[in-house]
């Protein structure tokens, strides 16, 4: 089983910038797609980003494309999620996912899950 633990979260005003880091442990970290997902009170989780194996190909969610972007540093079994020009409708819990699969994690799916961090945007 792999373990993820999220961090950097926090509160930001809108238009300012954060970035999330996903810690992984437990299992072979470059062998996982990768994705960071979001639930805001009373929604549905929602996808946000994701990345292969290897960092070569990144998926977003069309509420985030040119606004964040998903990176992995393999060496350091750590996915990162860096939010800029950040809006109130970004606020949610932002939660860290690992699966065999990229287009599982697109379809909304994985196999791991950490255990969230909060992200609050004020206007």
């Known amino acids: 089983q792999v373990q993820l633990v999220e961090s950097g979260g926090g509160l930001v005003q809108a238009g300012g910038s954060l970035r999330l880091s996903c810690a992984a442990s437990?299992?072979?970290?470059?062998?996982?797609?990768m994705g960071w997902f979001r639930q805001a009170p009373g929604k549905e989780r929602e996808f946000v980003a994701a990345?292969?194996?290897?960092?070569?190909?990144?998926y977003y969610s069309d509420s985030v494309r040119g606004r964040f972007t998903i990176s992995r540093l393999n060496t350091k079994n750590t996915v990162y999620l860096q939010m800029n020009n950040l809006k109130p409708e970004d606020t949610a819990v932002y939660y860290c996912?690992?699966?065999?699969?990229?287009?599982?994690?697109?379809?909304?799916?994985?196999?791991?899950w950490g255990q969230g961090t909060q992200v609050t945007v004020s206007s």
């Open positions: 996912a690992a699966s065999g699969a990229v287009a599982s994690l697109r379809g909304n799916l994985g196999d791991h």
């Open positions: 437990g299992r072979t970290f470059s062998s996982y797609a």
């Open positions: 990345i292969n194996w290897s960092g070569g190909v990144t």
